[in-house]
């Protein structure tokens, strides 16, 4: 069992805070995704798990066993990092097994191992190249399977994928899901790549500003942001929010429509994704700026009550710049935040 607990951890570097009060389980053989904006503190959190960093409070569980007194190397962890470092006077077949020959595993059980990975990354081929020959793809596939041939019960990556072109990030990725389910392992990803955090994560940890804002499945962090942060950062494009007046009753103002929303008082913030939009007879009035095909659908950025307002819609429909459309948000995905507190209201 490799369940890792993260409880009440902060960092602090000199008086700048990093991290604050930090609380997150990551269950045995979850797939964990820190996704957030640069300087979130993603990879500052992902080194006090590893052992790289010393957190200025709080303490770390792996396993059941506290670790964030021991050294990386008692944490029965494995590291992937954006920079790997793959050795490039070594083999393919030495750089894999470069952690089992420190560890003094027998001859046997290190090429066992070292077989089994490079077949698991599809890099069966090049054990005997020098891995300064090897293209960067090829480099951070050697440096995965370092990692896995460890056999840890927990794995720790930090963009591993960033220096990949975009077809062979796409490869990698699902490679890299697969591989990781078989192999039992529980795992911590550190992306700022929302594409890559859905499709890998069982759950993503949204960071923001040395805060975990939501902790959920990807399909639950894109339909049900906590926070206005969540749903301004997840989707591409990311949602639409215009400001909502109560006009009584559970009625909402928005944009001089009157649309149905939750019973407050107070005026909220209206949200809803682009594609969730669809021309209709009554709707929202919006003037297109600019029609963008993208084949599958149109991207369509209007300005609706002079706010920047986007819509995915159908790509057959025939609309120009300077048109008006009149936009149906679909009921059951309209979201409401406050924005006193930002967070989202049921
Ligand atoms: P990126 O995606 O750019 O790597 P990140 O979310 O991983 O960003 P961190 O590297 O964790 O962010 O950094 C969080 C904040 O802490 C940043 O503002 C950074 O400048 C600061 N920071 C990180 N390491 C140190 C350090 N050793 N000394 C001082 N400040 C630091």
């Not at 609380?23 to 797939?31: A, K, P």
Request: hydrophobic fraction near 45%; aromatic fraction near 6%.
């Amino acid at each position: 069992m490799a369940e890792i607990q993260i409880k009440n951890v902060a960092k602090r570097f000199g008086s700048y805070q990093a991290l604050h009060d930090i609380n997150l389980t990551i269950q045995d053989q979850e797939f964990m995704v820190l996704l957030g904006a640069s300087g979130c503190g993603k990879t500052t959190l992902l080194r006090i798990i590893a052992g790289l960093e010393t957190a200025s409070e709080g303490e770390v569980w792996i396993g059941g066993r506290r670790v964030d007194h021991l050294p990386p190397k008692d944490r029965g962890i494995a590291m992937v990092f954006q920079n790997y470092a793959v050795f490039p006077h070594l083999t393919v077949f030495e750089n894999i097994g470069f952690g089992l020959r420190m560890q003094k595993l027998p001859n046997d059980e290190v090429k066992r191992r070292v077989e089994r990975t490079a077949g698991l990354m599809h890099i069966d081929q090049l054990l005997g190249r020098y891995s300064g020959e090897l293209s960067g793809g090829q480099r951070q596939r050697v440096a995965v399977a370092r990692a896995l041939a460890m056999e840890p019960d927990v794995i720790l990556m930090d963009e591993p994928l960033s220096n990949l072109d975009a077809l062979l990030r796409m490869e990698m990725r699902a490679e890299l899901k697969g591989v990781l389910a078989e192999s039992n392992t529980t795992a911590i990803y550190v992306t700022h790549d929302q594409v890559e955090a859905m499709s890998m994560a069982d759950r993503i940890s949204v960071m923001h500003q040395g805060k975990i804002v939501q902790a959920a499945s990807p399909i639950e962090v894109y339909r049900n942001p906590a926070a206005e942060f969540v749903a301004g950062f997840i989707g591409n494009p990311p949602m639409n929010f215009l400001p909502a007046t109560p006009s009584g009753d559970g009625k909402w103002t928005v944009a001089g429509q009157i649309l149905d929303g939750p019973s407050r008082t107070t005026p909220l913030h209206f949200a809803i994704r682009p594609e969730d939009l669809r021309p209709a007879d009554t709707g929202l009035a919006a003037t297109v700026k600019v029609v963008e095909p993208l084949g599958a659908h149109l991207l369509v950025t209007c300005s609706v009550d002079g706010a920047l307002f986007r819509a995915v819609l159908d790509s057959d429909l025939n609309v120009r710049r300077g048109d008006t459309l009149t936009l149906a948000p679909q009921p059951d995905r309209v979201r409401w935040f406050d924005p006193e507190t930002t967070l989202a209201v049921a």
